[in-house]
């Protein structure tokens, strides 16, 4: 199904829900019957038409399938390593012990909650209660999800640093919200070197984006796809706005094992005031290279942490059981196997593996002090006229084009940074392409190889 974004939204979504329907693979039922057309008997909840839903997203566009067989996947941002092997054996004997193969309590299994606590109670300075301050989820997102379905009504505004991660957007509109964008302004022209300490926050712009209706302000930091570490006073800053007008704060910090160069990661929940209208995310899938365990989990106070209790165990009753065991493993042991320190090096080789073939190219990029994505700004490279295109591609940014390109002529993917704008402000995107290096060192220099190819191409 090639869509592209920019059709108007009626004609988008009769398009999608007769490209879903035929996607389902319902080809058999499309024959009409008494010359009835019995291809869209049962409308789908409107609710879909809002927040990209049903638009072919980033995702699919470049996913492997679509992509050359022998093309380097630096695009999406999940592992070609195992998570350590202390941990998957954790996961094996809890397969072989008969409670973790069932139901959990929707809290999360008490050894996680236990381990979390044990994890994040001194970084937070609190004695968390694992009964009504820990909240074991099904990866981050379906998490924050369920704060939204816990805490947003109708037309209740959600302000989010823009570029953002692309989840959020749905699962706001899904549940009645409205986002609201607020720019992380990009390195201005003249600094030759940046890094994502030069993508900066405008902390006017963030007041005058708030609205009697405004609910919400999500801050990810470590930051996805720009790599920022938030500073103190710049979350001090944040902090405050939250508290004059009373707003929720979703600290979404799933890459905060994940900082580089001596940036420290800053938690807005310790500051004065902050702990009572703050709710941190982590997830098991970054921190222990298992995104597809979908162990995600909530700290926050009860306030906060009840109410979300209430959705997610509509939403999925709990998250699934023996790999609970085993995250919980991961946490009790990482310090005797100091995994999170080692982990933290070696994504710093992936790190400047990457950017030295930047560096060699003199293509301005910029260097993530957080996370393991790096924005490459692709302005510079020069695509040849008469490529052709999928109707996926050409109907959307320069970026898409470019990233695109570079997957088929290259042979590296990365993710088109416009993605992570809403429209209005996708051009901003577009000078970029996200590429991720959680991926192993040979794969990684494979791709530093390959990417010396773009010195042909460029202006
Ligand atoms: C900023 C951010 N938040 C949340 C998530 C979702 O994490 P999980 O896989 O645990 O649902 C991601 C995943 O890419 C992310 O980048």
Known sequence: MFVSTRLPPSRLFAYCQRSLFTMAGAQSQLKPVNGQDRSNLIPFSSRLKEGRALIQDVWSIFAAVNLPADCINLGQGYMNFAPPKWVTDSAEEALKTVAPNHYSHPRGRIRLREALKAHYGPQLNRDLDVESEILVTS??????????????????????????????????????????????????????????????????????????????????????????????????????????????????????????????????????????????????????????????????????????????????????????????????????????????????????????????????????????????????????????????????????????????EIGVSSIPVSEFYCDEHAHIGEAYARFAFCKDNDTLRKAAERLLGLAKYLK
């Not at 609205?211 to 405050?240: C, D, Q, S, Y």
């Not at 995104?291 to 909530?298: A, I, P």
């Not at 700290?299 to 942490?305: A, D, F, H, L, M």
């Open 139 to 408: 990866g981050a997102n379906e998490g924050q999800y369920s704060v939204f379905t816990a805490f947003l009504e109708q037309g209740d505004e959600v302000i989010m640093f823009e570029p953002f991660f692309d989840q959020y957007l749905p699962s706001v509109t899904f549940n009645s919200g409205k986002p609201v964008y607020v720019p992380l302004h990009p390195p201005a022209d003249s600094i030759k070197k940046p890094t994502s300490d030069d993508w900066t926050i405008n902390i006017d712009e963030l007041r005058r984006a708030v609205t009697p209706r405004t609910k919400m302000i999500i801050v990810n930091t470590p930051h996805n796809p720009v790599g920022k570490v938030f500073t103190k006073a710049e979350l001090v800053a944040i902090a405050e706005i939250a508290e004059e007008f009373n707003l929720l704060v979703m600290s979404d910090e799933v890459y905060d094992c994940l900082t580089f160069d001596g940036k420290e990661h800053f938690r807005i929940a310790t500051l004065p005031g902050m702990w009572d209208r703050t709710v941190t995310v982590g997830s098991a899938g970054k921190s222990f290279a298992a995104t597809g365990w979908r162990v995600g989990w909530l700290i926050g106070p009860k306030s906060i942490i009840q109410p979300t209790l209430a959705a997610t165990t509509r939403i999925v009753f709990c998250t699934n059981s023996p790999l609970q065991e085993a995250t919980a493993a991961g946490l009790e042991q990482a310090d005797k196997h100091q995994f999170f320190e080692t982990q933290r090096a070696e994504y710093l080789e992936r790190r400047s593996i990457l950017c030295e073939a930047f560096d060699k190219l003199g293509l301005k990029y910029t260097l993530p002090e957080g996370s393991y994505f790096v924005l490459l700004d692709v302005s510079k490279i020069e695509i040849p006229d008469e490529y052709t295109f999928p109707e996926t591609v050409s109907g959307r940014g320069r970026d898409f084009r470019v990233a695109w390109w570079m997957a088929y």
